[in-house]
């Protein structure tokens, strides 16, 4: 060894450190524990970086440096930075930021969460070369792309702590983003949260806007908040935006000017407006089976069945390894999985169904699926609209709130103080 290092010189620690981190990796492949592959960065931040002090209880003796430049030193600094910050919101945490009302009550406009990437396991980047701590599009542009295309990693996941389970806060990247941006690739798509409501195996109906999953009714709990749509009625008297406001009653229209009004309501503010002495009538809008609210709306599977928000399903949700039998009526309930999330060649010709070239009449999923909606049920764009959350779609668990803001309000009120660092259940 000794010889070894004569020989090697000042090159020494950097030669013993590539060859450990070579046999290390070989170790870990082998015994199949990804996170110890994080250990060489530990051995290389004690050897060579000495960014942080592993051994903190001991006093670190101060070592006689050569003077850096402070050009050297502010470069040294933000390398460090950006290879942490990416590391960490790769595979550890990462910050979001609510910009719809899909999940109100539960979830605000203006909320800034944190999100756990363990919780499920961090996935291994599909594009591995990309520019650091941005999602898609390169700064200061509209549509440049924040990450090369010719270099793309098949799907796999990280040991987590978990597994999804139903009522989960979900961060997921939206399954229909590449019908409007077929470059991406599944890691770079649009970033959504919803409430995962049905996981692998679970059959899901919606009866009068009410959710039943397996048969069985589900009911919400304190922190769920759903909101539907309400007609209510007054005697002729007008409400005010202040009034509305009171109860934090932000969606909605004005349907005539006798007192007519279309409100999106929770437990709480409906309660509210049923005691206003000057409420005639307040009742849940509920679109009727084989009906729309509007023209608009197209349900999955393409409105192939005449299901809508309020009167949808039954519905399986497909999980791994299960076989279905398929024909040319449900097979549009299962297109999209097989040609698109499992890559397969699909070819329909009369009643025969072909899956890459074979003649087939059932099919096994390769991967688990899931049912995500929004809290605000009648205001969400969901797995109502779309279909299946593909498990390699799936980012991390919402954890809880760090901050939230209310543009409607003025100075130090926009924050609002009750919301910060409120778990999400």
Request: some cysteine; overall charge positive; glycine content about 6%.
């Amino acid at each position: 060894m000794k010889k070894l290092k004569q020989l090697t010189g000042k090159y020494f620690k950097g030669i013993m450190f590539i060859s450990f981190t070579i046999i290390w990796s070989l170790i870990v492949y082998l015994i199949d524990g990804e996170w110890l592959y994080f250990l060489p960065l530990i051995v290389g931040d004690i050897l060579f970086w000495e960014t942080i002090n592993w051994q903190f209880w001991k006093k670190k003796e101060k070592k006689k440096k050569k003077p850096k430049s402070e050009i050297k030193s502010w470069f040294n600094a933000i390398i460090f930075a950006v290879i942490a910050a990416t590391i960490l919101r790769t595979f550890l945490i990462e910050a979001y930021t609510i910009p719809t009302s899909s999940m109100e009550k539960s979830l605000l406009i203006g909320d800034f969460l944190f999100v756990s990437k363990v919780s499920y396991g961090p996935r291994v980047p599909n594009t591995p070369i990309s520019f650091p701590l941005v999602h898609h599009t390169l700064p200061l542009t509209k549509s440049t792309p924040a990450y090369l295309k010719w270099i793309q990693l098949d799907y796999h996941r990280m040991k987590g702590l978990g597994q999804i389970e139903r009522n989960d806060c979900v961060v997921f990247n939206y399954p229909t983003d590449d019908l409007q941006f077929p470059e991406r690739p599944v890691d770079k798509k649009e970033n959504y949260i919803k409430r995962c409501v049905g996981i692998p195996g679970d059959v899901i109906e919606i009866k009068s806007s009410d959710l039943f999953v397996n048969g069985e009714l589900q009911t919400q709990n304190v922190k769920m908040k759903n909101q539907f749509r309400y007609y209510v009625k007054t005697d002729g008297t007008k409400f005010s935006q202040k009034t509305l406001n009171k109860y934090n009653i932000y969606e909605g229209q004005v349907l005539s000017n006798n007192g007519d009004y279309e409100l999106i309501l929770n437990d709480k503010s409906l309660e509210a407006i049923k005691r206003f002495t000057y409420v005639n009538k307040v009742e849940k809008i509920v679109t009727e089976k084989g009906m729309k609210l509007n023209s608009s709306e197209l349900i999955f599977p393409e409105d192939k069945f005449n299901w809508n928000l309020d009167n949808f399903g039954p519905l399986s949700i497909p999980a791994k390894g299960l076989t279905v039998k398929i024909d040319n009526v449900n097979i549009e309930i299962y297109k999209r999985i097989i040609e698109t999330y499992e890559k397969n060649t699909l070819e329909i010709i009369g009643n025969d169904i072909f899956i890459n070239g074979n003649l087939s009449n059932s099919y096994t999923f390769q991967m688990d699926y899931y049912w995500m909606m929004g809290d605000n049920r009648h205001n969400s764009l969901d797995s109502r609209y779309w279909g299946f959350v593909p498990e390699d779609h799936v980012v991390g668990k919402a954890l809880f709130i760090w901050m939230s803001w209310d543009k409607n309000k003025k100075g130090i009120n926009k924050i609002r103080w009750n919301r910060l660092f409120n778990a999400i259940h």
